[in-house]
């Protein structure tokens, strides 16, 4: 009997909670020749089936917002509850890396532990965030206070690829920071990988353009390729920041449409 036949699928689902207007030439290395608009979108994502439920990033707060120049929609953890999720209640987080519109609103999750790669905490807390192009996407205060978890024993350190549940996976790739990890979760359309901040935007992989903002090139491009393997196709490989992620994905209501998109169903 084939793996699948035995693992209950997730519900998958992206919640958009700010968004920035930008141009084409700020979301790939060396800018864009045809620059024009093409603005970013923040997201967290919610995994979920009869064993549990797991957030993916924690998204960042209202004070960075105006900090970054970010219009915010609605706290990511306060949209959780849209989809009948109480934050307070979330046991298990998973943090893709550390930088600000991904660990922000950490404390928000009292009873969370939270899944981390080795790696990104020991490239935000070491030599590298000594130069401003390195340090510049993380915010300092969300680093110091993912230590003092540490301290508290509330965070589980991943070195590489680890099953984290039936289903459910997360897989260091690095490139766009030392450290940053894929999700890989069975669904009932197969398997998805999200890719957050591995490929921003669907054209940064399928055109091989890498975002800007990298600390290995290398490294975001083998972790395209990467992602291709563990996902069932491209139509399965969901990137972290495209507006078009709302537009290919139906809504799990007519209330939610633009806000909340259901990434286990089949995108148009």
Known sequence: MDIENRLEPFEVFAIKYAEHRRTAASNFLGGDPHDGPMPMDYFIW????SAGTWVIDTGFNAETAVERGRKLIRCPAQSLALLQIDSDLVENVIVTHLHYDHIGNFNLFPSARYHLQDQ???????RHMAH???HEAYNLEDVLGMVRQVYKGRVDFHDGDKTL???LSVH???????????????????WIVLASDASHYYRNFIEDRPFP???DVDDMII???RMRELADSEQHIVPGHDPEVLRKYPAPSHELQGLICSLHEVPC
Do not use: D, S
Request: net charge positive; proline share 2%.
């Open 132 to 134: 401003k192009c390195a």
């Open 165 to 167: 549940a039936p289903g």
């Open 172 to 190: 260091l790739v690095g490139g766009h920071t030392m450290g940053l990890q894929i999700v890989r979760i069975y669904t009932a359309r197969g």
């Open 120 to 126: 990104e905490m020991v490239f935000a807390t070491g």
């Open 223 to 225: 972790g395209w390729a």
């Open 46 to 49: 919610v995994a979920k089936n």
């Open 213 to 215: 903002i990298v600390f």
